[in-house]
């Protein structure tokens, strides 16, 4: 349509929604895709909300949030370690994605590189283009755990490149990157002089024991790294549309400025609740141990079906299985395991081109329905061995 702008035209489904929106004309379907907590929000976040209204907390905020929730991320949330002043160098926005976009829209220009993980979150790269930037993939390997090594990193930086996006644990793979890996990476980072952007939206799903520390911690890192959270997955809040990002004060501020002209702010009882919501960090231990108990279902039944190799994920609620044994292409897979057995699961390959051969099950189903959804795909498997 001629009103309509280029980059605007250019905007395409993604493959997750796409998926939904054939699954959505069945019936009987179980959904193995959605990144999102099946629970409700904790029956205290959901009080607290109720109370904001109460309250009439129903105006609009500061542009850079409320300052109550500021502070309360700079001293209780997971950035609490690095030491942040919540008048300046926190900004509160519509979900994380609302904090990439904002961020996107400060920092990109003229084709600016952006090192992005392949297979990585496809938001990503249709953020960064549309900010004018330039995504570079950096690919992985299924044997390294589909993380990025730091030397394949160094190896893609040219004169243009102006960020690294990270994300642990990360979505689509579950992998959660060490505390080693992170040095490396921001040896990278301060020898070429990028910016990193870490994206820690599934850091407290976390099993096994393992630890996800933010790379803003790294001595020579804070001044250089943008951290992007978000309550949508920690507290099962995604609907609320409430996120951050912490960082040097001088892109917080155009950061805020940006958000004054375009959303004005983020919602303000949403604000409120997840303000309250910090106090109450056992609740996302307890959607953890939930995500934990699923994760060891899924495991167990995948590890019974011949041909399908699950990955053992820390973090996060996602399991990136290897489907490479049927010959299948990954969308051909997901596509026949929805027609034959009414599960959705994502082709890997939507996620960049590392991802062909493997499949994305998320594990935010209940427990029945998870075990439901396991007996179809190894009847489907079954099928496709015949
Ligand atoms: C890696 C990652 N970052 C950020 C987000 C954004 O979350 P939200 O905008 O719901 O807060 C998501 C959502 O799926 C995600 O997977």
């Given at each position: ?26 019936t009987g379907v179980i959904s193995m895709g959605i990144g ?351």
């Amino acid at each position: 349509m001629k009103w309509i702008n280029k980059k605007a035209e250019g905007l395409t489904q993604g493959a997750i929604r796409a998926m939904f929106d054939r699954a959505n004309k069945m019936t009987g379907v179980i959904s193995m895709g959605i990144g999102e907590p099946d629970m409700p929000t904790p029956e205290f976040v959901r009080d607290a909300g109720k109370e904001a209204f109460d309250k009439e907390q129903t105006h609009y905020t500061p542009n850079a949030g409320t300052m109550m929730l500021r502070k309360a991320i700079a001293e209780k949330s997971t950035v609490k370690n690095v030491g942040y002043d919540p008048e300046t160098e926190i900004i509160i926005t519509n979900g994380g994605m609302g904090a990439l976009s904002l961020l996107f829209l400060v920092i990109l220009q003229d084709g600016d590189e952006v090192l992005i993980q392949d297979p990585q979150w496809l938001n990503y790269v249709a953020q960064v283009e549309y900010c004018d930037g330039k995504a570079v993939r950096v690919p992985t390997k299924p044997e390294d755990n589909f993380e990025m090594q730091p030397e394949v990193i160094e190896s893609l930086i040219t004169d243009k490149t102006k960020v690294l996006m990270i994300n642990s644990p990360n979505n689509p793979t579950g992998a959660v990157m060490s505390k080693e890996t992170l040095e490396k990476i921001a040896e990278v980072a301060i020898k070429h002089d990028i910016l990193v952007i870490s994206d820690e939206a599934y850091n407290t799903l976390l099993y096994d024991g393992a630890t996800a520390p933010t790379i803003a911690e790294l001595p020579g890192m804070k001044e250089r790294t943008l951290v992007v959270n978000t309550f949508s997955k920690s507290y099962a809040m995604c609907g609320w549309r409430i996120g951050y990002v912490a960082g040097p004060a001088e892109i917080i501020d155009r950061m805020t400025k940006c958000q004054e002209n375009f959303n004005a702010c983020a919602n303000a009882p949403g604000q409120y609740a997840a303000a309250k919501a910090l106090d109450r960090p056992e609740l996302c231990q307890e959607l953890c141990d939930t995500f934990a108990r699923r994760r060891a279902m899924l495991e167990e039944g995948l590890a019974k079906i011949d041909g399908i190799e699950s990955n053992h994920p820390t973090g996060a609620f996602y399991i990136f299985a290897d489907i490479r044994s049927f010959g299948l292409s990954s969308v051909d897979f997901c596509n026949r395991l929805l027609d034959e057995q009414k599960v959705v699961c994502i082709p890997g390959s939507a996620f960049g081109e590392c991802g062909e051969g493997f499949i994305r099950m998320a594990y935010t189903c209940s427990d029945e329905n998870l075990k439901e959804a396991i007996e179809r795909i190894a009847k489907f498997c079954d099928g496709l061995r015949k």
